[in-house]
């Protein structure tokens, strides 16, 4: 079977580049809060108040952000060795199966994060003083950027299961 295009094209990938950009930025701040907060502990005795719960926080972000674009290129972890020993209507089978089954894991991290972010929004963290809604919004937004191209290789996956013959 051919690899299939890119999701939604050169648009989509500029897209999801820069969100791969973006968690590489996330990621390089989470190293220097660290660094910067390990120097200041252990070599002049002092902290800065909060700066403990930046990469903690940025970390439900990185995953999140990570997850949308290691999607989008199709690069999360599978079985694959399992899949190629199936023909090809089984790999199809599989991968709807899958895709589908991840959707349904997504939309349901949605549906739950409409009572939880609200929820969060009224707690603020301890140091920093940061509603903790802008934390847990990582995970519908993240949702939402995974959903689309696993639902784009749903729709693959569905037209090899069951090809339109001329």
């Known amino acids: 079977m051919a690899r299939p295009d890119p999701p939604f094209g050169r648009r989509g990938a500029q ?63 599978a079985l694959e060795y399992f899949l190629h020993r199936l023909p090809p209507r089984g790999q199809a089978a599989t991968r709807v199966l899958t895709h589908g089954a991840g959707m349904l894991l997504f939309l349901s991290l949605i549906k739950t994060s409409f009572v939880l972010v609200p929820n969060s929004q009224l707690q603020t963290s301890a140091g920093l003083g940061l509603p903790l809604g802008y934390v847990y919004a990582a995970v519908p937004i993240g949702a939402v950027l995974i959903i689309l191209p696993m639902a784009w290789r749903f729709v693959v996956a569905a037209r090899d299961l069951w090809p339109k013959h001329s």
Do not use: C, K, N, S
Not at 20 to 49: C, D, K, N, P, S
């Open 15 to 77: 897209l999801y580049h820069g969100l791969a950009l973006l968690g590489g930025l996330v990621l390089a701040i989470m190293a220097l809060a660290v660094f910067l907060q390990v120097v200041l502990r252990y070599v002049f005795a002092v902290g800065i108040e909060g700066l403990d719960e930046v990469p903690r926080y940025l970390f439900v972000w990185l995953v999140m952000i990570g997850a949308a674009a290691a999607m989008h290129r199709g690069e999360h972890t």
